[in-house]
């Protein structure tokens, strides 16, 4: 999934993240934009309909800190989305669509007033949202980790439109001075 949602997204110094900044840094394949699409305004409607509203209030007012509340509330609606679709969505939208829905709830709070909401709050309920789905999915943390040292061991390139590498005897030796190539 490396590519969709942009390693830089979740640092918690800097820019404060906001959903437009967020939403520039997924990037769906278009094979996978309707069903991102479908599942965002379902999670936007279950958020924000007049019927539902309360139950992401409640879940918002619950103690704790607001990256833990942001990130299990999250995790919650995308896999009632996911239950509700009788898991048909496909699972390559579930995280970046989360991600989507987070920050729409972070625009919530600090439009309302509600609470105050940092990066740290959005970095941590981003982890505490991907860790929960993932479980819920039989990936463990240390599973994961694994996975990842293993990928950052291979060779493999990245997957996001790059070309792959020239075969070794095509390559011509680095000139002094560097080109920027588009990604």
Do not use: C, W
């Not at 990066?119 to 599973?143: H, P, Q, Y």
């Amino acid at each position: 999934m490396a590519g969709i949602v942009q390693e830089k997204m979740a640092r918690p110094q800097g820019d404060e993240l906001t959903p437009d900044r967020v939403k520039g840094e997924i990037q769906m394949p278009p094979e996978l934009q309707e069903a991102f699409t479908r599942m965002v305004i379902g999670g936007m409607k279950v958020m924000f309909d007049q019927k539902t509203h309360k139950m992401m209030l409640d879940q918002l007012r619950q103690q704790g800190p607001l990256g833990q509340r942001l990130g299990e509330g999250i995790a919650g609606l995308v896999l009632l989305l996911f239950k509700e679709s009788n898991q048909t969505l496909p699972p390559q939208v579930l995280i970046p669509a989360g991600i989507e829905l987070l920050m729409q709830a972070v625009e919530f709070l600090r439009k309302s007033g509600l609470e105050e909401v940092t990066n740290e709050d959005i970095g941590e309920g981003m982890r505490i949202f991907i860790t929960v789905l993932l479980e819920k999915f039989g990936m463990s943390a240390d599973k994961l980790a694994a996975l990842a040292a293993q990928y950052a061991k291979s060779d493999i390139p990245d997957q996001q439109g790059a070309a792959p590498p020239a075969p070794p005897e095509e390559q011509e030796a680095p000139e002094a001075e560097e080109t920027d190539e588009e990604d």
